[in-house]
């Protein structure tokens, strides 16, 4: 049995959209420092870690990581009923990781401007090459009929990408760079692997999984004193003998965890709200819209506070809404799990507030504990609004949408680089599509038009079936 929540497919899809439109929204000064990573301002956008506060930007990758973990529970509900040892678990986490690793390497290197400086319309049609060699590499076939010929196909396209990574002139003429995969998913592997394996060796005791939490912290403040220590040790292993493993893993990657097992927390509350009849009681239109307009409030200011540093405002504020929404709850939330999704939201968002002078202030990057914090507190609120804008007819077909580009992130992540940007470029319109650089409108017109493409193409493949899986 397959389970699934379309608020936490949502949650995903509005991440992996809001991904591709932040690469996509025009750069050089026309938007305002909000539209960007707060790290990265306009119009240079050269990376300052001295800036501290966050923009929605900076809510993209840490909203993906939660609903990663939020999914693990889901995922790995069919072994633990099926009673599948830890074995089988450990070779389904690493066999997740090393696909995803390989995603990172092979989409990094098959981007046109990657394969050659001054991409020519061969380059482009590589790119689209590569797009279609991951669709048979990653392409979830559930069928009988063709099976044996799906899996060859599967195999012979990871030879074919193997001898593009080995042929072609990457990096200006250096060729295939193991240390140059895309960061992004590399963490995402990393979490994947060791994520799991934290997920199911507490899936009965999630105290002790948020108990492994400090001790991760301990070792990331304990690598920062300048003596040596066993801690320090394990904070900067990345060697086997002669092998170095610092392109595949760091344990500077685990910080992702203060995110990551938080969302395993809200899994689990969503899988035990599966079998009921709704996630939470029937109530009126009135609580229903006061709860959709509060969290996504306290979601909007503490963006907009912390970015222009209104910091005692935020928390007054912040804990004033979150005691309205409590009290909303408190009235028709009997089955507990808004609640209990508001409560742990409630305890992140201002634990993370009052981290926040901590090491400069909140930032992305170099990311800062007040960050994860506060992004896995809105995570939650973020859930409780999605879930509620499904159940009205007003709003359930917007949570619709990002769930089906959820289902498929794999897809909208490459499907910009890959596909779109080299048919741009062989028809000729990428000269009209970089006009749209005049003004914000336009400037961010061109973001929406871009994403736009790429959530269409997403969801084509989704009403195909065509579904990618690691």
């Known amino acids: 049995?397959?389970?699934?929540?379309?608020?936490?497919?949502?949650?995903?899809?509005?991440?992996?959209?809001?991904?591709?439109?932040?690469?996509?929204?025009?750069?050089?000064?026309?938007?305002?420092?909000?539209?960007?990573?707060?790290?990265?301002?306009?119009?240079?956008?050269?990376?300052?870690?001295?800036?501290?506060?966050?923009?929605?930007?900076?809510l993209v990758f840490p909203f993906f990581i939660f609903s990663m973990g939020a999914a693990m529970p889901l995922a790995l509900k069919r072994y633990i009923d099926e009673g599948k040892g830890f074995l089988s678990v450990l070779i389904v986490a690493f066999k997740r990781f090393f696909l995803l690793f390989f995603f990172a390497l092979f989409s990094q290197h098959m981007k046109a401007w990657v394969i050659s400086a001054e991409p020519t319309s061969q380059d482009h049609l590589l790119s689209m090459i590569g797009f279609l060699l991951m669709f048979f590499q990653f392409f979830e076939y559930k069928g009988t009929r063709f099976k044996i010929p799906f899996f060859a196909l599967k195999i012979f396209s990871?030879?074919?990408?193997?001898?593009?990574?080995?042929?072609?002139?990457?990096?200006?003429?250096?060729?295939?760079q193991k240390y140059k995969s895309d960061i992004i998913i590399l963490v995402l592997a990393n979490m994947a692997l060791?994520?799991?394996?934290?997920?199911?060796?507490?899936?009965?005791?999630?105290?002790?999984?948020?108990?492994i939490l400090p001790f991760i912290m301990a070792i990331f403040l304990s690598a920062k004193e300048p003596s040596l220590s066993w801690t320090k040790t394990i904070f900067e292993w990345n060697t086997i003998g002669e092998l170095k493993l610092d392109w595949?893993?760091?344990?500077?990657?685990?910080?992702?965890l203060f995110i990551l097992i938080p969302g395993t927390i809200a899994g689990e509350w969503l899988l035990q709200a599966f079998h009921q009849k709704n996630?939470?009681?029937?109530?009126?239109?009135?609580?229903?819209?006061?709860?959709?307009?509060?969290?996504?409030?306290?979601?909007?200011?503490?963006?907009?506070?912390?970015?222009?540093?209104q910091l005692f405002l935020n928390v007054v504020v912040s804990a004033s809404i979150i005691g309205f929404i409590w009290f909303l709850l408190k009235e028709y939330d009997s089955s507990h799990l808004f609640r209990r999704m508001a409560s742990a939201g409630a305890y992140l968002l201002l634990l993370g507030l009052f981290f926040e002078a901590y090491e400069g202030g909140i930032k992305k990057d170099t990311s800062?504990?007040?960050?994860?914090?506060?992004?896995?507190?809105?995570?939650?609120?973020?859930?409780?609004?999605?879930?509620?804008?499904?159940?009205s007819s007003l709003m359930n077909s917007i949570i619709h949408y990002f769930a089906l580009n959820g289902k498929n992130p794999m897809v909208a992540y490459v499907a910009g680089s890959l596909v779109l940007l080299p048919i741009l470029n062989l028809t000729g319109t990428i000269e009209w599509y970089n006009s749209m650089n005049q003004n914000a409108l336009m400037g961010f017109s061109r973001g929406v038009l871009f994403t736009g493409l790429v959530s269409l193409i997403t969801i084509f493949f989704v009403k195909k079936g065509w579904f990618w899986k690691t």
């Open 1 to 58: 049995m397959q389970y699934r929540n379309e608020s936490l497919d949502a949650l995903r899809g509005f991440a992996i959209l809001s991904m591709v439109l932040s690469g996509a929204i025009a750069f050089g000064g026309i938007l305002p420092a909000w539209m960007y990573h707060a790290q990265v301002p306009p119009p240079l956008h050269k990376f300052d870690p001295s800036i501290p506060g966050i923009t929605w930007v900076d």
């Open 158 to 176: 990871f030879f074919v990408a193997c001898f593009l990574l080995a042929k072609l002139p990457f990096w200006n003429g250096v060729g295939f």
């Open 194 to 211: 060791f994520g799991t394996i934290i997920y199911y060796a507490t899936k009965s005791q999630p105290i002790i999984r948020i108990g």
């Open 248 to 256: 595949l893993y760091k344990f500077y990657f685990l910080k992702y």
């Open 279 to 309: 996630t939470s009681d029937t109530h009126s239109n009135k609580f229903s819209f006061a709860l959709i307009g509060l969290t996504f409030l306290l979601i909007f200011f503490n963006l907009y506070a912390l970015f222009t540093r």
């Open 368 to 391: 800062t504990y007040s960050y994860y914090f506060v992004t896995s507190g809105l995570a939650f609120y973020c859930l409780i609004l999605f879930d509620e804008m499904s159940k």
